[in-house]
């Protein structure tokens, strides 16, 4: 499959740090912090120091000269970085040669100041990529804004950063040599405004890079959604592996945990790791439910150990043999590190998902369902999550996200009815400014008589009552699934144009019969175990010819919503991409609503700006400036 992460380190390690080789072999790279958060994403420590770098610096940093070496400048195109360069360079030259990669295309006006006496001398390549975005996943990509929920959604906001998003997607098709038909979930002005502004800025693009216009597969498609499409995904309970842990443990904005264990000598010690696609155990068992996934762990641990050179061998005293099992003893000692990690977070969200915790999720999948794990229609949805609203073990948070996800389901409730329900369950004033604030997104909160809802064609999904909490379906999979079969809604999704180069296609591994509409009911249906990456040559042709799909969801994307991409991608034969301005877990997602209301937004856990470049295995290696340098964080015993 087509790795959003794999494709962006090749270009990096190969096209950016690579293609620049002094002949003093030293370089020094030098980064903003969007450009720190992109390459942190996708490369280690490791990787960059082999392709000669010594040194990575921030430029808005002061910095020692070094005349000697080579500066490698990975940037984002604006105004300041320009006027950082140019101080670099007004009195002592920081370094003997200038190479410029900006992220993404540099407007004409800056080009123009690099153009400056003093720079003309040192500057020997400006190379614009397309790179601007985060690489998140193999599916999965940020546009790396914080801000972005409040921008989108507050009153109090003057979106002004439609171009800046447009220009982020449109460099993210261009990147992947695509310039697809854009679509966009109607009734909200904000996602068509975008859409037309992604198109007209890939007609720009694809006028110098004529790679995007070549139709070498299925047109592919790029669909900007509104986060009011589904309100429900970002707030039930999910239960795999990657989003119970998201959602139940202590897990940083950065993807880091921390996590206790006892050594060989029976101590307790504690270890701080990154849980991202380096953890080859982690990107295994991530989308499995909980039901089964500490066996699977458990069973794929005691099979690693059963055919291990370290587990034992025959011949003690042969030379050979001890000095291979020395040199497969760090390889061993991580990929047990790995199990360990793994196998102590699934006993820790087994302890979290508590009997509280599993009544809520229970009543949530009923109200968003309509039904019952037997499949009974549900009479009626305030009965059903009552017993646990006043149930003393539920957590606010819990109740919280039940009475949202009530209301969602009813399209609204009279004021008293409402007002009741928020007493029932005992919600604060800030909580209650959390339910108001759903009106921002597009949901009906009060209605002055209770609307019957409009009833949404649904497909038939088979139930799989074996996974009787995990019920639910977002929504924005059964889009995935329809523009996989050139089947979406054209009067819900219209294109900006290009509409009539959208046809179905018939295909053999169709069996589900019929036109996919938009639901949210169905059961879980299990997961396919993952075909093996090494493709043959006819695999592989047939792989690049597949179609791509790129979804956007403005403001936020839940951690569900990403599993969707990789479940499509797999049963449909389609690269599906999906990603946001950042992915909110249900925390999250609350604190995001009740900041709406703010004059500025909140400053959240995931605007702390830590940017982590991983070295091999689980270690992190934090990038701390001091004084210019790039230094390693200190160890724990020594702060």
């Given at each position: 499959m087509a790795s959003?992460?794999?494709?962006?380190?090749?270009?990096?390690?190969?096209?950016?740090?690579?293609?620049?080789?002094?002949?003093?072999?030293?370089?020094?790279?030098?980064?903003?912090?969007?450009a720190?958060?992109?390459?942190?994403?996708?490369?280690?420590?490791?990787?960059?120091?082999?392709?000669?770098?010594?040194?990575?610096?921030?430029?808005?940093?002061?910095?020692?000269?070094?005349?000697?070496?080579?500066?490698?400048?990975?940037i984002e195109p604006?105004?300041?970085?320009?006027?950082?360069?140019?101080?670099?360079?007004?009195?002592?030259?920081?370094?003997?040669?200038?190479?410029?990669?900006?992220?993404?295309?540099?407007?004409d006006h800056l080009i123009k100041e690099l153009a400056s006496p003093t720079l003309k001398r040192v500057v020997k390549t400006v190379t614009e990529l397309s790179l601007n975005f985060v690489p998140k996943e193999a599916r999965v990509f940020s546009l790396d804004d914080p801000r972005g929920f409040y921008n989108a959604y507050s009153p109090l906001s003057r979106g002004e950063n439609t171009q800046e998003i447009a220009n982020q997607l449109a460099s993210l098709c261009c990147f992947l040599g695509e310039k697809p038909v854009v679509r966009f979930s109607a009734g909200r002005p904000g996602t068509e405004a975008l859409a037309e502004a992604v198109q007209d800025r890939l007609d720009v693009l694809s006028s110098f890079n004529p790679s995007m216009s070549a139709d070498s597969r299925r047109r592919s498609q790029l669909i900007v959604l509104d986060r009011g499409v589904d309100l429900s995904a970002p707030l039930v309970h999910e239960l795999t592996y990657q989003a119970a842990a998201y959602d139940l443990l202590d897990i940083d904005d950065d993807d880091t945990y921390q996590y206790v264990f006892n050594d060989a000598r029976g101590r307790e010690q504690s270890k701080r790791v990154v849980l991202n696609e380096q953890d080859d155990v982690w990107v295994q068992f991530r989308h499995h439910h909980l039901a089964t996934v500490f066996s699977e762990i458990t069973a794929s641990f005691e099979a690693f150990r059963s055919?291990?050179?370290?587990?034992?061998?025959?011949?003690?005293?042969?030379?050979?043999?001890?000095?291979?099992?020395?040199?497969?003893?760090?390889?061993?000692?991580?990929?047990?590190?790995?199990?360990?990690?793994?196998?102590?977070?699934?006993?820790?969200?087994?302890?979290?998902?508590?009997?509280?915790?599993?009544?809520?999720?229970?009543?949530?999948?009923?109200?968003?369902?309509?039904k019952d794990g037997?499949?009974?229609?549900?009479?009626?949805?305030?009965?059903?999550?009552?017993?646990?609203?006043?149930?003393?073990?539920?957590?606010?948070?819990?109740?919280?996200?039940?009475?949202?996800?009530?209301?969602?389901?009813?399209?609204?409730?009279?004021?008293?009815?409402?007002?009741?329900?928020?007493h029932t369950a005992k919600l604060s004033e800030s909580q209650i400014a959390v339910i108001e604030n759903l009106e921002h997104l597009g949901a009906t909160v009060k209605v002055d008589r209770v609307s019957k809802r409009k009833k949404k064609k649904t497909r038939d999904r088979k139930p799989a009552t074996e996974y009787a909490l995990s019920r639910f379906v977002p929504v924005v999979k059964d889009i995935m699934e329809n523009a996989a079969k050139y089947t979406l809604d054209m009067d819900e999704y219209p294109c900006v144009r290009d509409g009539q180069q959208l046809k179905p296609s018939k295909r053999a591994d169709d069996d589900d019969g019929g036109e996919l509409t938009s639901a949210r009911r169905g059961g879980w249906t299990k997961q396919k175990k993952p075909k093996n990456e090494k493709l043959s040559a006819t695999a592989r042709a047939k792989a690049e010819k597949r179609q791509r799909i790129i979804i956007y969801i403005v403001g936020s994307v839940s951690l569900n919503e990403l599993r969707s991409a990789y479940e499509v991608s797999a049963s449909k034969e389609v690269d599906v991409f999906i990603g946001s301005q950042a992915t909110l877990r249900p925390r999250a997602f609350l604190h995001a609503l009740g900041s709406l209301n703010n004059t500025t937004p909140t400053r959240g856990d995931s605007e702390v700006l830590r940017s982590a470049i991983q070295l091999e295995g689980q270690e992190e290696t934090q990038l701390t400036f001091v004084s210019g340098k790039a230094q390693q964080p200190l160890a724990d015993d020594e702060v």
């Open positions: 959003l992460k794999e494709l962006a380190r090749e270009q990096l390690l190969d096209e950016v740090i690579g293609s620049v080789n002094p002949a003093s072999g030293w370089k020094v790279l030098v980064v903003d912090h969007f720190l958060r992109m390459i942190s994403a996708c490369c280690r420590m490791f990787d960059i120091m082999d392709r000669g770098v010594t040194l990575v610096e921030d430029i808005r940093k002061s910095r020692q000269p070094l005349p000697k070496f080579d500066g490698l400048y990975l604006t105004a300041e970085n320009i006027q950082l360069i140019k101080k670099d360079f007004s009195r002592t030259p920081k370094y003997g040669a200038v190479h410029i990669f900006f992220v993404d295309a540099c407007p055919r291990s050179a370290i587990a034992g061998s025959d011949d003690k005293d042969n030379t050979a043999a001890l000095k291979q099992t020395m040199k497969e003893l760090p390889q061993f000692q991580q990929q047990m590190a790995k199990f360990g990690l793994h196998l102590s977070m699934a006993e820790q969200i087994n302890r979290a998902f508590t009997k509280d915790v599993e009544r809520a999720t229970t009543a949530e999948q009923n109200v968003v369902t309509g037997d499949g009974h229609k549900v009479g009626n949805l305030v009965s059903e999550i009552s017993s646990v609203l006043v149930n003393r073990g539920t957590s606010s948070e819990e109740k919280l996200r039940l009475v949202i996800l009530c209301l969602l389901a009813m399209n609204g409730m009279k004021p008293s009815d409402l007002q009741q329900l928020q």
